[in-house]
Structures are given as C-alpha cells and as structure tokens.
C-alpha cells in the first residue's frame, strides 16, 4: 500500500474529505491519513454533505501533523489541501517521497446563510473528490509496481 497524508490547518475539512476518498476509491492501493497544523473541531457543514453522499465522517478524529512526525510516521505522497493562494500557511511534513498541493478553498471561512454555506461546501466536496479521482488515475501504475515489488 501507498502511504499518504493529506494535510491542512486543522484537519476539520479538506484534509478529512481527501483522506476519506483516497481511502475508497484507491482502497487496493492506498492508505490514507489526515492531519492539520492544528488539531481543529470536525467541520458541521462538511459532516452533512459528507453524509448526503454516504459517507459517515462524524466520529473520525483530528490529528496533528507534529504528532504524526514525532510518531516517526513515513508517507509516500504529501499532500497538501490549504488555500495558499489566500495566505493559509500549510503544515510542513519532512520525509515524504513526493510532495503536492492543491489549493483548495477552506470551507471554514464560507459566509452566508446556511443554505449558501452548503451549496459552497459540497462545491469543494466535489472539487476534492474529483482531485483524488486524477490522483488515482495519475499513480496507479506506480502503486501497482510498488505493491508487486513487495511481493
């Protein structure tokens, strides 16, 4: 399996979504985790749109970026899911083969009226599925040979 990491700031959102993809749609071939700078509070609006499309994500955990380094943790792929375009700072992760980022838009900062704020967020639901989807189709032949080299 090929280990990867999403990270973000808190580990409330798009790193949670990320991670909950990878680990259905690349099942065979990847293992994801998530983890934030910070460790934040599960995102209510990204619970809900999480659950309208059948994915339970209310229980998972937030986890710190520091505390997977300080653990000794090793990742193929580093992946990097803040909004750096708008000056979020995303968390450094050392030791990682290949590091990538998408920027993404953090739901946390979504304005409007409740309707809006969902409407926006299973936007960026929709964009990270579709990131991971490319992710997938784009690496699948190197976790195929990783794999079998294993074996």
């Known amino acids: 399996m090929i280990k990867v990491l999403f990270v973000c700031v808190h580990n409330s959102?798009?790193?949670?979504?990320?991670?909950t993809f990878l680990n259905d749609f690349g099942k065979d071939l990847f293992n994801a985790?998530?983890?934030?700078?910070?460790k934040g509070k599960l995102n209510p609006y990204v619970v809900k749109v999480?659950?309208?499309?059948?994915?339970?994500?209310?229980?998972?955990?937030?986890?710190?970026v520091f505390e997977f380094y300080k653990e000794g943790r090793r990742y193929t792929f580093?992946?990097?899911v803040c909004d750096e375009i708008n000056g979020q700072r995303c968390p450094i992760f050392p030791n990682a083969l290949k590091d990538v980022y998408w920027n993404?838009?953090?739901p946390s900062v979504l304005n409007g009226n409740e309707e809006q704020i969902l409407e926006?967020?299973?936007e960026i639901r929709?964009?990270?599925?579709q990131r991971v989807l490319a992710f997938?189709?784009?690496?699948?032949?190197?976790?195929?040979?990783?794999?079998n080299s294993h074996d």
Do not use: H
Request: glycine letters at 4%; charged letters at 35%.
């Open 78 to 80: 580093v992946i990097k």
């Open 13 to 19: 959102a798009r790193s949670q979504m990320a991670e």
């Open 126 to 129: 929709d964009q990270i599925k």
């Open 104 to 106: 993404i838009s953090d």
């Open 33 to 38: 985790q998530s983890a934030g700078l910070e």
């Open 50 to 64: 999480m659950d309208e499309i059948g994915y339970d994500i209310s229980n998972n955990q937030t986890n710190s």
């Open 120 to 122: 926006k967020t299973r």
């Open 136 to 147: 997938i189709e784009e690496n699948k032949e190197y976790a195929m040979k990783r794999i």
